[in-house]
């Protein structure tokens, strides 16, 4: 990627408290995200990947670390610059029928934003409700109906279409087709490329669907238990998977080719994801990886520069005892 | 042809539609297929496809009101479940066939041991002795790959993962060895890596009883290597029923070549646009006059906006309600066929 970073996390930490116990969901994450491509984060639930969208968005604060948007510290942020970030970062949400307020109309879901950031006169705010539902394929006659009134597709571009209404620079997209039927996914992944386009929009694109973060980002991230394990570009990733937990992943992809589906060898880690409040020292795959081994133990949370822009974290592949 | 003894199940004519403040919703019309003694069929379709309503009729589980059973019967081993007592029907449930739904977090009770929960319906088809019981239910904990069954007996569901907590579903839903499993999306709550596994269990413990399985999805990328055969259901109507490899290899509805389209790939490009099926799923609320696929159809012709297609060929189990294969559409039959995307 030759763009400019437009997100940049360091060391990036969150914990919780739970009950007493504390929750490590993202145990120092690296990255950055350059302007115009759309990042891939993929990974199992409980792996970190929604809540490292919501620190991006700024809903969670950092536990430690810094994330930075557009050059600046967005835990820093204050006053009109806070607004700012508020208004240029925005994220679409998983499910449609919980996202959306049922009590107000389309039109005030969509034009609220502009509202908030005081964009224009009522007059304008309603107009360009309407353009931006034009622009996401939603008849905007339908500006006064409420959101049960739709399908859950449907619903689905009001939730983009209140996301882009404030000219956002970059959108998080948390895993916004898995409540959808297969045929609506495509659609609304075609919407979501298309916007990308002609608005010159940055993603995160947070899923756990590979075939679609395959086709939708130009780089991606595969997390296990609150760390990225990889990151490279799609090609590189899906072609020359070097993680255990990568490959496991791709291997659990069903076929849908019937001949090939029969004869598709999984290595399927063993056993499950360990409990989040588990100290798990050095690799968190170390419990399930085929290739375990001593020195996984002991092995640093940093990303070992493979070239093409291929990082990973795992001792097979020469990464450092920390 | 198919053995008459080997058939565990008859569908027939099954019509259920729902009385709405809306008007009435027509979501099953029409609906009969079969299935064998120990076959995996698959009912694909859309939310609102009436594939789940189908399952629920399966199951004597069709909630009246506002539920309405308009026509039908469901043989299962003979006996009708639509004209059953519900007092038979809660001793057909369980034992001679049972469930696996969605989310297991709401199928289980959350205030009960699980130990208990499987042995309940131990107890429930059988005569046991509590010591009966209780091994029989360590006995399905380890068959469902569950590690340190005795202690786990004793545990309460939000003590387990998801994909465990599918595993203790699964030891319920084949306590009673059933002859027929219906499962309803039973991975979609799930991680891929989990989703596999629970698959492979499924289909392990179905192989060592000779179960036959339902299983329902709107996923036509899941069911590739488990189903036998393949029903297709839109609109409340089968629209194609096909073996597993003639569904995927040679399909005969255009929305069975849209369904197959839309699963993306890992072998698909990025620079051109995912394939879709246009438009959206019909709202039921119509008597069945024309095809309900009519207006999102690339293919539609005008008697598809008329009449209501017949199945071709009217009788063979590998049929398809479309009007291209009609003698009259021909021509555009054969284009059809061969612009149709080969996988």
Not at chain 1, 257 to 264: G, L, M
Not at chain 2, 129 to 149: C, H, I, N, T
Not at chain 2, 175 to 204: C, G, H, K, Y
Request: net charge neutral; with cysteine.
């Amino acid at each position: 990627m030759s763009g400019q970073p437009i997100l940049e996390l360091t060391d990036v930490r969150k914990q919780f408290v739970v009950g007493g116990r504390v929750l490590k969901a993202v145990e120092g994450v690296d990255l950055i995200v350059y302007k115009g491509e759309t990042f891939g984060l993929v990974g199992e639930s409980g792996c970190g990947k929604s809540t490292l969208g919501r620190m991006i968005k700024g809903i969670y604060a950092v536990s430690s670390g810094r994330i930075t948007f557009e050059g600046a510290d967005i835990s820093r942020l204050k006053g009109e610059a806070k607004r700012g970030f508020a208004r240029k970062m925005q994220i679409v949400f998983q499910d449609p029928y919980s996202s959306l307020n049922p009590r107000m109309t389309v039109g005030e879901i969509i034009s609220e934003g502009l509202e908030i950031h005081k964009l224009g006169t009522a007059e304008v705010r309603a107009q360009k409700a309407r353009q931006i539902m034009d622009l996401v394929g939603l008849n905007p006659e339908y500006e006064n109906r409420f959101p049960h009134e739709f399908s859950g597709g449907q619903r689905q571009r009001i939730a983009i279409a209140r996301a882009l209404v404030v000219d956002p620079d970059m959108v998080i997209c948390d895993e916004p087709i898995s409540a959808l039927d297969v045929s609506i996914q495509g659609q609304i992944v075609n919407l979501l490329k298309d916007l990308q386009r002609r608005l010159g929009l940055t993603y995160l694109f947070v899923a756990h669907d590979l075939s679609m973060v395959k086709y939708i980002s130009d780089r991606v991230g595969v997390m296990y238990l609150g760390r990225l394990v990889e990151l490279a570009p799609k090609a590189e990733l899906f072609g020359n998977p070097l993680h255990p937990y990568t490959r496991a992943l791709l291997s659990s992809i069903p076929i849908p080719d019937p001949e090939r589906e029969r004869k598709r060898v999984e290595n399927i880690p063993k056993g499950e994801l360990p409990s989040p409040f588990a100290d798990i020292r050095g690799c968190p795959f170390q419990t399930r990886c085929p290739q375990v081994s001593d020195a996984c133990t002991r092995i640093s949370a940093e990303l070992t520069d493979m070239g093409n822009g291929h990082g990973v974290n795992c001792v097979l592949h020469g990464t450092p005892a920390g | 042809m198919t053995n008459e003894r080997d058939t565990i199940l008859e569908v027939s004519n099954l019509t259920i539609s729902f009385s709405t403040y809306d008007g009435e919703i027509h979501a099953v019309r029409d609906v009969d297929f079969t299935l064998r003694r120990g076959e995996v069929l698959a009912i694909v379709g859309e939310s609102g496809s009436g594939k789940s309503v189908t399952a629920q009729a399966l199951m004597g589980l069709t909630p009246i009101p506002p539920g309405i059973v308009k026509s039908g019967t469901v043989l299962l081993g003979g006996t009708d479940i639509l004209a059953t007592s519900e007092a038979r029907l809660s001793r057909i449930r369980g034992s001679k066939v049972s469930m696996i739904f969605q989310d297991p977090m709401t199928s289980l009770n959350p205030s009960m041991k699980i130990g208990d929960q499987i042995r309940e319906i131990l107890h429930q088809h059988a005569r046991l002795s509590r010591k009966q019981s209780y091994e029989r239910a360590v006995e399905l904990l380890r068959l469902v790959g569950m590690p340190e069954p005795e202690r786990r007996m004793n545990q309460y569901p939000h003590q387990f993962s998801g994909g465990m907590r599918q595993r203790i579903v699964i030891a319920i839903a084949v306590a009673n060895n059933p002859d027929l499993l219906l499962a309803d999306e039973p991975t979609t709550a799930l991680d891929v890596t989990i989703q596999s596994q629970i698959f492979r269990l499924i289909e392990q413990i179905r192989r060592q009883f000779g179960t036959a399985m339902i299983l329902i999805t709107h996923d036509l990328g899941l069911v590739a290597g488990i189903a036998d055969r393949i029903v297709v259901m839109y609109g409340g109507r089968v629209v194609e029923e096909g073996l597993t490899d003639q569904i995927y290899y040679n399909p005969q509805h255009p929305y069975t070549v849209g369904l197959l389209n839309a699963v993306p790939r890992l072998s698909d490009s990025s620079d051109t646009p995912l394939r879709t099926i246009e438009g959206l799923p019909p709202i039921l609320k119509d008597e069945a006059e024309k095809c309900a696929f009519a207006e999102r159809c690339p293919w539609v012709m005008k008697v598809c906006r008329q009449k209501q297609p017949g199945y071709f060929p009217a009788t063979a189990a590998n049929r398809t309600a479309c009007w291209l294969h009609h003698e009259a559409a021909k021509p555009l039959q054969e284009a059809f066929l061969s612009k149709r995307t080969s996988l």
